[in-house]
């Protein structure tokens, strides 16, 4: 979108408009590639689509739907019967000036500009009506119905744009083709910070690259789809932590999975003589397990796609059910019925693998790769390195040694509170990330300076 901000932030960096859009397009590829988003089919850019946004402006000035003033070319609302449609929001209550800015020469206040003659300076274009550029609805109608047509499935956006951009595009679309038809809408709740709006005048604002740089990209991954898209979402650490402690979870269970089954190749027992009977079947623990997480994956994505139940009963069902597999599989049993446990891991492995491919939770990287990941990430919130940790290990193996067990207590305690969890196994201490048990400040580390949005 060509909007007024970039124009300004362009003039105060002397740069070119469009090489400004164009660095931060590119910026904002590279965070989406961090957080595993697909990558549209089309990636459309406004400065190559003058001609769609031009011959649509046309169509609804020859539909007596728009006029001409001064090089300046403005949708009139009052030739859409149905404006307000989308937002609930009436003409007659509409108050000049309130997101529209106030213009005397329309015919009602409300009326909206699809061109905007140029002025000094400025970049433009050339067009029927003079030099200049579109406005800022337009631009989103014409490149939709390039690329789909006027009629389509989904359109996004934030909820803030319910009115009056969404609703001016319906508006505008509709008199360029009566037909135009989108068949859902889907706005996404505003982010908040410790439930304050953030702002750069509130100096709460930060950048993904701020919070990949202390958390995983799948840690805030997981945080985005634990709350339904149409909700607020707030940020704080404690809640980063634990999205970061679940996906700690989900990779360690399907890391310690694929370890158990490496042995074995589909679901057999290498050394197991060639069995009369092909067929193993999975355990009816595992069938329900399967069935809940599939039902309940289905139910929640067919209501308004509520990724935040997805994640919850079913799912870490599944991942306790394999767990706690894991265990017996160490157990002494028949080799059928280790056969059958096998098989009924690598049923259920399969379906919370699927899940997670479809909300991108899915590492692109082996299991272990990730998991080093976040122990480092989980590392650099303590402010400590992996040597620094396990000379406190050493220290508490020396302590427990001479019985002296509240110093060994207090070292488990003071690295708990800095998010690192000690595990006793066997003769020895293991490490991973884990819930700091106490928080002295809730808010996101805030660097104004790094802002790559302008």
């Known amino acids: ?11 105060e960096l002397g740069e070119e408009p469009l090489s400004l859009s164009n660095r931060f397009c590119e910026e904002y590829l590279v965070d989406m590639a961090d957080l595993q988003c697909l990558l549209p089919t089309h990636q459309p850019r406004v400065s190559d689509h003058m001609e769609q946004i031009k011959d649509m402006i046309s169509q609804i000035i ?4 728009a006029y001409l003033i001064d090089g300046d070319v403005f949708f009139s609302v009052d030739k859409s019967p149905n404006y307000g449609q989308l937002s609930g929001q009436k003409l007659e209550d509409h108050r000049a000036g309130e997101r529209v800015a106030v213009d005397s020469r329309k015919r009602n206040p409300a009326d909206f500009a699809l061109w905007k003659a140029a002025k000094p300076g400025e970049l433009s274009w050339d067009s029927p009506w003079g030099p200049g550029r579109p406005g800022w609805h337009i631009e989103c109608s014409a490149m939709s119905a390039h690329y789909l047509s006027f009629q389509f499935d989904i359109h996004g956006g934030g909820i803030d744009l319910i009115f009056p951009h969404h609703e001016n595009e319906i508006a505008q ?35 993904i690259r701020q919070i990949t740089q202390r958390y995983h990209p799948l840690a805030l991954r997981h945080f985005l789809i634990s709350a339904h898209y149409r909700s607020p979402l707030n940020y704080t650490v404690s809640q980063l932590d634990s999205a970061s402690d679940a ?10 999975c694929e370890d158990a089954l490496s042995p074995f190749q589909g679901g057999r027992l290498k050394e197991v003589p060639e069995q009369k009977d092909k067929t193993v079947r999975i355990t009816s623990a595992a069938r329900e397990c399967i069935s809940n997480l599939r039902s309940e994956f289905q139910t929640k994505m067919s209501d308004d796609l509520n990724t935040a139940q997805i994640l919850t009963v079913a799912f870490q069902e599944a991942l306790k059910f394999i767990n706690t597999s894991l265990n017996m599989l160490k157990k002494k049993q028949q080799k059928q019925q280790q056969l059958s446990m096998i098989e009924s891991l690598i049923a259920v492995e399969k379906e919370v693998k699927e899940v997670l491919n479809i909300l991108g939770l899915l590492p692109s990287s082996t299991y272990l790769e990730v ?23 050493e220290e508490r193996t020396l302590a427990r040694k001479n019985k002296d067990f509240s110093k060994s207590d207090q070292i488990r305690a003071d690295l708990t509170v800095k998010g690192i969890a000690l595990m006793d ?8 990330p884990c819930v700091p048990v106490e928080q002295e400040h809730n808010a996101l580390p805030v660097e104004q300076t790094a802002s790559t949005t302008g």
Not at 178 to 207: A, C, D, I, P
Not at 425 to 432: A, K, Y
């Open 1 to 11: 979108m060509l909007k007024p901000m970039i124009f300004r932030r362009a003039n």
């Open 62 to 65: 020859n539909n007596d739907c």
């Open 173 to 207: 679309t509709c008199a360029a083709c009566q037909e135009s038809r989108v068949s859902y809408w889907m706005h996404n709740g505003h982010v908040t910070n410790n439930n304050e709006k953030m702002s750069k005048s509130l100096g709460n604002f930060f950048t």
């Open 247 to 256: 996906v700690y979870y989900i990779y360690q269970t399907l890391q310690d």
């Open 371 to 393: 998991l080093e990941q976040l122990k480092d990430k989980a590392l650099k919130r303590a402010g400590m390195v992996e040597n620094d940790v396990l000379h406190l290990i």
């Open 425 to 432: 196994v066997g003769d020895g201490t293991i490490w991973r």
